[in-house]
C-alpha cells in the first residue's frame, strides 16, 4: 500500500505565500507522476498542478504564474510553492500520486486565503 502524508496548509492573507509537501511511502513501484489536486466547498475536485516522472510539468490556468510544483525524486516528495495567493484559493488540497497500478490520494490539507 502506498501512503501519502501532506503538510504546510494553513491560514493566509491574500497575497501571501505558503509551500506545500507531500511524502510518499509504502509499496512504491513506477511513479507515472505526483501533483495536486483541490476541492473547494460545492465544487469538483481540479487539478492544480503535476509533474511527470520526466520533469515535465502541467497547471490549472487559474494558477499559471503563481504557482509551482516540484518533485524531489530521491524522497518521492512532491512539493507546491503557492506564491499570490487569492481567496479562491481556498480549498483541501489533495496530494495524487499516479503508478501503473492507479491513483492514490492523501488525507488533504486545508488553506485557506483570507481577504
Known amino acids: 500500500q502506498v501512503q501519502l502524508v501532506e503538510s504546510g496548509g494553513g491560514l493566509v492573507q491574500a497575497g501571501g505565500s505558503l509551500r506545500l509537501s507531500c511524502a510518499a511511502s509504502?509499496?512504491?513501484?513506477?511513479?507515472?507522476?505526483m501533483g495536486w489536486y483541490r476541492q473547494a466547498p460545492g465544487k469538483q475536485r481540479e487539478l492544480v498542478a503535476r509533474?511527470?516522472?520526466?520533469?515535465?510539468?502541467n497547471y490549472a490556468d487559474s494558477v499559471k504564474g503563481r504557482f509551482t510544483v516540484s518533485r524531489d525524486n530521491a524522497k518521492n516528495t512532491v512539493y507546491l510553492q503557492m506564491n499570490s495567493l487569492k481567496p479562491e484559493d481556498t480549498a483541501v488540497y489533495y496530494c495524487?500520486?499516479?503508478?501503473?497500478?492507479?491513483?492514490?490520494w492523501g488525507q488533504g490539507t486545508q488553506v485557506t486565503v483570507s481577504s
Open positions: 509533474v511527470t516522472r520526466y520533469g515535465s510539468t
Open positions: 495524487n500520486l499516479d503508478e501503473f497500478r492507479g491513483s492514490f
Open positions: 509504502g509499496s512504491i513501484f513506477s511513479i507515472n507522476a
